[in-house]
């Protein structure tokens, strides 16, 4: 929008041209989403609290979870307002930049209805499992179908990118391709909201993850870096930085609130919309099997509630008593059953996630 209105004045005004710059548009953007949730974060909670949209504590929880009961939720709704809100500011729109955009909303709105059911009915379960996955799956669906009409469709849409590789390892046949880009979605949106279990846990690690991506994005929407670095060239790919960069100071905001003790939770109103986002703009990068490397953290969080489950109906099959390999999960939670208190869990967690952030951007020259 800025740069639409005000673009044309550069000759008058010497500093608008930096707005032609995606790198100056995307810390701005990071800036703006960041005060504006800060700024507007105060309201909402008082307004959580006054219609009593408070968290309930899954019963079979940590005990020392027990005294977050009450605490705000759908924090998650100040968090991709202020995202949502710098993107229209600071992106040049383009077919990319709207469908990314669409990402957000629709899956921030399967979250919304999720946190408002839990609170209406004051249960931890929210929408019904099987419908959930349905709709994230039709959401995926509309997402991807979107992406493949894009008129400017690049020739890599079927590729399949490995990670420290700059050619890609196969063309994926476009019914497997579909299926595969789904998956990505609804897996990786459920990573990210079981991951969304302790103060400042999920926000964090977000903020870790979509860095790269948003760096990633720049390179291969700039024809010389993208050539330098051996990545794709795909044009237009380069406002996407601007939406993780918006997206980032969403979360840092959210993180400003949510740190130990939590004054609000995200809720599945923006854990959703974390993963669903990421996972869309990794298909539309040809990373998705990046994904794992960067957001390597949620991917454990999701293989320990797997393991879990299966473990426990292989033994209780066998042996008639289902049995753990953890002690609770999703595996932060683990930790905590250990005696490691959350700040020291959520802590540990960040560093590790960064780690995995540094190892995915490490892609950029070893190639």
Not at 37 to 43: D, E, K, Q, T
Not at 125 to 144: D, M, P, R, T, Y
Request: glycine share 8%; proline share 4%.
């Amino acid at each position: 929008m800025l740069y639409a209105l005000l673009f044309s004045f550069k000759s008058q005004f010497t500093l608008f041209n930096l707005l032609r710059y995606i790198s100056f548009r995307s810390l701005a953007a990071f800036a703006t989403a960041f005060l504006i949730g800060v700024l507007i974060a105060p309201y909402f909670i008082k307004k959580f609290k006054s219609f009593g949209v408070r968290q309930s504590i899954r019963k079979d929880g940590p005990e020392s979870h027990l005294v977050k009961s009450g605490t705000p939720t759908m924090g998650g709704i100040f968090m991709l307002i202020a995202a949502l809100l710098s993107i229209s500011l600071w992106t040049i729109f383009n077919y990319y930049v709207l469908v990314a955009t669409l990402s957000i909303i629709l899956f921030g709105a399967i979250g919304f209805v999720d946190d408002y059911l839990k609170v209406k009915f004051k249960d931890s379960k929210g929408i019904q499992g099987k419908l959930k996955f349905a709709l994230e799956v039709f959401v995926s669906l509309i997402l991807v179908v979107l992406i493949y009409f894009n008129p400017s469709k690049p020739e890599t849409f079927f590729a399949f990118y490995v990670p420290f590789f700059s050619q890609p390892v196969w063309i994926w046949q476009p019914a497997l391709a579909f299926l595969f880009f789904m998956f990505t979605m609804t897996s990786f949106s459920n990573a990210t909201n079981l991951s969304d279990g302790l103060d400042g846990l999920a926000s964090g690690m977000g903020i870790l993850l979509y860095i790269p991506f948003g760096i990633i994005a720049y390179v291969m929407g700039n024809a010389i870096a993208a050539g330098y670095l051996k990545f794709p060239f795909v044009p237009g790919t380069g406002e996407l930085a601007v939406i993780t960069l918006a997206m980032v100071g969403g979360f840092t905001a959210f993180l400003w609130y949510n740190v130990h003790p939590a004054e609000v939770f995200m809720g599945d109103t923006g854990s959703l919309a974390m993963g669903g986002t990421i996972a869309f703009i990794a298909i539309i990068l040809k990373q998705e099997l990046l994904l794992i490397l960067a957001g390597g953290m949620f991917v454990l969080e999701t293989v320990s509630v797997v393991i879990q489950r299966l473990y426990f109906k292989y033994t209780k099959k066998m042996f008639g008593e289902g049995k753990r390999v953890f002690l609770m999960a999703p595996i932060h939670h683990h930790f905590e059953k250990k005696g490691w208190k959350e700040t020291k869990v959520v802590v540990r967690f960040w560093i590790l996630a960064a780690l995995c952030a540094l190892a995915a951007l490490s892609t950029l020259k070893i190639r």
